[in-house]
């Protein structure tokens, strides 16, 4: 007795006579018996081979080559038959051929079978026949074959009856509670139609319903950035829906229950900035969105411990909870923090498995943006080297505020769409006061002349305040009066600190470092120029520059070494002041106007550079 034939079609084309698998030949010849397959029993005429094989420009000998690619695999199914037998299995009628193929030889026709069974029934038994259904596919139909990219109509139908199944699957392992049998199939199937919406919202549903509510969001993300790329459009009303019931289901065994808490401590001393405060309060009670806030200013000037009273002062109005990320952006040492770096940690404390979070950047923000989405919470990003580090750290849609603090203008005068700069100068007088006296307390208010003198030589500067308060709590014996005398003698020159110098120039260095070389020399320059405004025309001859080029260089020290008024001439904070001269004196030849290195390049140990600054005063 023959050993019967089987046939697989779910995937490359194959065949077998018993347990031994039959070599199907060429690729025409596998075509065409794909074709013969897809019919499951049905006809195909010479004339659709034909197109089959050449769907352009046909030889002449077209309808020859079919024939013989016929009678080749005629011979590959019944090894003995003569070379003109017509043969029981592969049968020709007229212009047609048919493969004659019993119920349970073909796994199409066995997948069928199952389908309409499961259509049939209800709860896990319809769910088990769909699995036993699904299981049979083990890729595209007739998957290598394609022509062009392109496959056949009849491939693409058989295709969409394996889409079809697995909708239902997904629908009935949803409403029985066994997602588990269909999950494989269902993942399978995305895989290979990632822009069918109705198949992308079951298995986002599906990945919930197995715990994987992270990894659903992720999919989420992944499937709106292919239909942006590669269709110019949103995710539909499928789509939209599964998104949003994973926002609104309950997984605590992925999100976690308790909401972050990651603000730094309130600085004790923190005291003044009430019209920046109160301002917030106003652009937040408005009509204008408000989503970021930009907060950048000279080194020193207090923007952490700003953004972290701020913080503080809002925290209550965001109950999911608050994030926070030192960028380090401008530190000493540490290379800038990555976007990547800052989602991974942000995800994680948002509960997200490490297995879980997308390598890629744009998934990683999608994800986190989804997280986000249906949330109220706070994210203080200290320390921003530039718009580029944070853009991917916005939550996007939803009712969260973003705090970051940047020493250069990251953002241009308009800035996205709901980003509010706050631009921070030194303290007024006034408020330098209250500073030292929550500081120092009666030693302050008993001298108040030389309180005022302290203020000054500090430039007002919350920095430089704060370390010569520092300077007196720690050390009982060197009184008010004593460090205005140092302040005094040192004449405006940086050593007047004493051993609180070091952290001045180590706050200064981390702005200068990220300069320039030809900006670095241009703000060594600058204090030749008699203390006063500085015109772009004087900072050209300081420093022997085109007025282009000195316009392009003000403008990079402006962004965060220098301030320019209204009246366009430039102004540089008396300590800044110091510290370029102080750098000029060491590493540029006085008596060469160009500047040139005496020794070394500035750039690649500026003074101070090893010093740790007070970090609540950036």
Not at 302 to 309: E, F, Q
Not at 609 to 617: E, K, L, M, R
Request: charged share 25%; hydrophobic share 45%.
């Amino acid at each position: 007795m023959t050993d019967p034939l089987s046939f697989a079609l779910l995937g490359p084309v194959r065949a077998w006579r018993g347990q031994s698998e039959i070599d199907l030949g060429t690729r025409q010849q596998r075509l065409i018996l794909a074709l013969l397959l897809a019919r499951a029993g049905g006809a195909a005429s010479v004339a659709e081979l034909v197109d089959l094989l050449w769907a352009s420009d046909p030889p002449p000998s077209a309808v020859n080559v079919v024939h013989r690619h016929v009678g080749m695999l005629r011979r590959r199914f019944e090894p003995g038959l003569p070379t003109r037998a017509t043969g029981s299995v592969l049968i020709r009628d007229g212009a047609e051929y048919q493969l004659r193929i019993d119920s349970e030889s073909l796994d199409l026709v066995r997948f069928r079978r199952l389908v309409a069974e499961a259509d049939g029934s209800s709860g896990e038994p319809a769910v088990e026949l769909y699995r036993e259904a699904l299981a049979l596919w083990h890729d595209r139909c007739a998957a290598g074959l394609q022509a062009g990219g392109r496959a056949h109509p009849d491939f693409v139908a058989v295709d969409r009856e394996r889409f079809a199944a697995v909708r239902a699957a997904a629908d009935a392992a949803l409403r029985a509670g066994c997602i588990d049998a269909v999950l494989p199939a269902i993942r399978l199937a995305a895989e290979c139609e990632p822009l069918d919406e109705a198949l992308q919202a079951r298995l986002l549903l599906a990945l919930a319903a197995h715990g994987r509510r992270a990894e659903a969001l992720a999919a989420f993300t992944d499937i709106e950035r292919r239909l942006a790329d590669e269709l110019g459009i949103r995710p539909g009303d499928d789509l939209r829906a599964a998104r949003d019931s994973l926002l609104d289901h309950d997984t605590s065994a992925t999100i976690r229950a308790e909401p972050p808490r990651q603000l730094p401590a309130d600085h004790p001393y923190f005291t003044g900035r009430r019209d920046v405060l109160g301002g917030v309060e106003e652009l937040l009670a408005g009509d204008r969105p408000t989503n970021t806030l930009v907060i950048n200013g000279m080194p020193g000037v207090g923007k952490t411990t700003l953004a972290v009273r701020l913080a503080h002062q809002l925290a209550g109005r965001y109950p999911d909870g608050q994030l926070h990320a030192d960028l380090r952006g401008f530190d000493s040492g540490d290379s800038a923090m990555t976007p990547a770096e800052a989602l991974r940690g942000f995800l994680s404390s948002l509960g997200v498995a490490p297995a879980a979070i997308p390598a890629d950047l744009d998934a990683q923000a999608g994800l986190y943006r989804s997280i986000l989405a249906e949330r109220r919470m706070l994210i203080l990003l200290d320390n921003c080297v530039d718009w580029d580090q944070i853009r991917y750290l916005l939550p996007g849609i939803g009712g969260s505020l973003v705090i970051t603090t940047s020493r250069r203008r990251i953002t241009d005068v308009a800035g996205p769409v709901g980003t509010h700069t706050l631009h921070l100068h030194p303290l007024a007088d006034a408020e330098a006061r209250e500073l030292l006296a929550r500081w120092l307390g009666d030693a302050a208010a008993a001298d108040p002349g030389t309180v005022d003198e302290i203020i000054a030589r500090c430039g007002r500067l919350p920095l430089a305040l704060a370390l010569v308060a520092t300077r007196s709590v720690g050390r009982p014996g060197l009184g008010l009066p004593a460090i205005a005398g140092e302040l005094a003698k040192a004449d405006g020159r940086l050593a007047g600190f004493g051993d609180a110098k070091a952290d001045l120039e180590a706050s200064f260095s981390w702005s200068y470092r990220a300069l320039t070389p030809e900006a670095a020399r241009l703000f060594r320059l600058l204090p030749r120029h008699p203390a006063g405004p500085l015109s772009t025309e004087a900072a050209a001859a300081l420093g022997g520059l085109s007025l282009r080029a000195a316009r392009g260089l003000l403008a990079e020290l402006g962004a965060q070494l220098l301030i320019q008024p209204d009246d366009g001439r430039w102004r540089m904070h008396d300590l800044l002041r110091a510290y370029a001269a102080e750098l000029g004196d060491e590493y540029d030849d006085a008596a060469d106007s160009m500047g040139r290195p005496r020794t070394r390049d500035p750039d690649a140990a500026p003074v101070g550079a090893a010093s740790g600054a007070q970090p609540q005063y950036r």
